[in-house]
Structure formats: structure tokens, C-alpha cells
């Protein structure tokens, strides 16, 4: 057993959110403690397309992904068979590998002063009455440890911690995500540069871009009962999508996988925002403990990085954890429920598609209707 730690801030999950948050408060003088199951930074599954609000939420917390190696976004294109629509971003996106971001995250953390614990999985947290202060039980496998806070930040992403599951599920629960790296050609990297593509067929869709290191990511979901079929598995899902799309057929020829196998994840609690009882008692929830938003906006990182820097702002101005889950309830309730009946009507109905070849700025409406709102200050 090794003796317990205590800090004003216990943050539970190292990932996007958990690490901007704790350089958030370590930069306010806060003492600080950080958990993080694995030692080393893993690849996600995760389309990796950072949003135009999320760079100024990067940039503050000291993090410039050009200089990681970041690839410039500047439009999409809807598939299905062929292209159907092609729209220019507003703003620059980028696309960075999960592994190199969180890697930086959780460097600068420790710049900072955040004392990090890596490779120690939270098994338990507990609140005690006498001395209002929460608990956390982690363990490395070999050794117990106890991690005492004044107050307990949730940022495990879309894993439950025993005792805290989350009140609701989402409301598309269906969807299995895979993702795979490929090495392209030349030529087909030239012609993916600058683009996300979004490549639908029936029972699910996925993203196509290009990242550091002159490799694409494919992030696809499809639904369970897709799955159930006989034989179903990556081969044949990637066989599936081959056949509904020469487009993505063409762009994969001659690709090589960068993976020994693709990363999968199920039970995805798309559509899931707070909208349970707001508990009194209650560690911070943020990141994908606070909302999930389907993969089809791909909004994903921003909504991690945006909860993290809200839930600082409060927490330093003296809010609660209650307030704090109130405003995040507010504010992305209609963005994530508008959000899930996208998803749910292009992985029925992909021929829907169709619509934004005649509209063009149906796409553009669509990048809109589900951003982050602006950080804003504490009124």
C-alpha cells in the first residue's frame, strides 16, 4: 500500500479532457492530481478531425498541433458511390493523431505542475461526509493507492467507473465504431489532402482524412444488427463499404494497412447529455461524461476540450459541480439530440445524401447547427 496523495483537484482519465482541465487549473495555482490508466499514449478510436473552435481552446492551454504535425482541413465531401457534394469550411480544421495529441496533453500537464500518475486504474471513488473530501482507490496492478481532492473531476470518456454509471444512455445506442490507418500512394494522398470525407452506406458511414506522417484514418460506424450477420467482422464491414462506394474503393487501392488490426468500440452512448437528475453530490463530469455527440459532426474533440476549459471557469469562480452539469444540459441538449437524428437518418436512409447534392449548403448548415458554443466568461 502506498501512502495517500491529497490535492485540491482529483482528475480522473487523462485524455483530452482530463489533461485540459488539469493544466487549466495547475496554471491557476491549483494543486493538482491526474490518473491515467495507461502509461504510455494509445491510439483512440476517433475520427481526429479537431474542429475550428477547438484550436483556440488548444492554443491557450500552450498546445500548437502545426508543430505536432497537424494536417490542414479546409473542406468536406459527401460520398456514397460517387461524391456528391463538396463544401469549404468556414475556418481551417485540422487532423492530428489521438496518440500525439494526448501524448502533448499530458506533457504540458506536467510542465505545469500537475502531478500526473500514469499507468494507474481507478477502481473505486467514494465521498466521505466527515471530512467532504472524495477518495479516490487506483491501482497499477501490483500496488494500492489512495488519492485524496477537495473536489473529483469524471473525464474517463465514454468508460463508466463503478458507482458513477452514467444516469442515462444516449439516444443512438446501437453503432460499433472501427477505425484503421492505411498507408496511401502519392497520388491518392494528394487527392485526400485538405479533405474529410464522409462516406455513407446502409447501416452506417465513416470518415476518411489524412493525418501526420502521410497516413489516412478510417473511422466507420455501423450498427449491431449489421454485425450479427454470419461472418460479420472488420474484413467483412471494409468488403461492405467497398462495395457500396467505388469512390472509397479507388481511394483505398493499393493502401496498406498501418495497423495489425483495427480498433473497435461498442456500447457508444451517442446522444447522451446530462439529462438525467442533476445530483447535489456529484463529482465533474466533462468530456464524453458530460456529452457524446455521434461521429457524423465530427465535434467530438472540441465538446471535450470546450467542457473542460467551462468546468475551470466555474471552478475557480466557486461554482458547483450541479451548476456546472445544469449548463452543460442547457446547452448541448438541442445540439446533441439534432445531432443523433442526423446520424440516425443517414445510417437508415444514406440515399438522403442525395439532398445536399442539390444543396450544397445543406452541409454547411449541418458543420453549423452542432458546434461548441463560444467559451464564455463566468457572468
Known sequence: MIAPLSSEALILGGGLAGSAL?????????????????????????????????LPLLHRLGICPDYLGA???????????????EVRFPAPALSLTRRVLDEALLQRARQVGVNVHRGWTAERLDHSESS??????????????????????????????????RATKGTQNNLVAFKMYFAFSPEQQKQLAGYVELILFPGGYAGLQMVEGRCANLCAVVTKEKLQQPG??????LDYMLRHS????????????????PLALSAIPY????????????????GDQ????????????????????RAAQLYLSGYSAADFHREIRKQFHSRLYFGSLLSRLVTAMPSLGYVARIWPSVLLGIFSATR???????S
Not at 461548441?372 to 463566468?378: I, L, N, S
Request: hydrophobic share 45%.
Open 71 to 85: 494536417q490542414t482541413i479546409h473542406s468536406t465531401r459527401l460520398v456514397t458511390r460517387e461524391v456528391l457534394a
Open 232 to 237: 460479420a467482422g472488420w474484413d467483412s464491414l
Open 132 to 165: 467532504n473530501h472524495w477518495r479516490a482507490q487506483v491501482s497499477d496492478g501490483c500496488e494500492l493507492m489512495f488519492i485524496e481532492g477537495e473536489s473529483a473531476f469524471l473525464a474517463t470518456g465514454k468508460h463508466g467507473l463503478r458507482g458513477w454509471a
Open 246 to 261: 467505388d469512390h472509397l474503393a479507388r481511394r483505398l487501392n493499393g493502401s496498406v494497412p498501418m495497423l495489425e488490426r
Open 372 to 378: 461548441v458554443p463560444d467559451t464564455a466568461p463566468v
Open 22 to 54: 488539469a493544466i487549466a487549473l495547475a496554471e491557476a495555482g491549483r494543486s493538482v492530481v491526474l490518473v491515467e490508466k495507461n502509461k504510455e499514449a494509445q491510439h483512440k478510436v476517433c475520427g481526429e478531425f479537431l474542429s475550428p473552435e477547438s
Open 290 to 309: 458530460a456529452a457524446v455527440i455521434p461521429s457524423f459532426s465530427g465535434d467530438g474533440m472540441a465538446i471535450a476540450l470546450y467542457t473542460a476549459r
Open 271 to 286: 446522444g447522451y447529455c446530462m439529462n438525467g437528475p442533476i445530483e447535489i453530490l456529484s463529482p465533474w463530469r466533462i
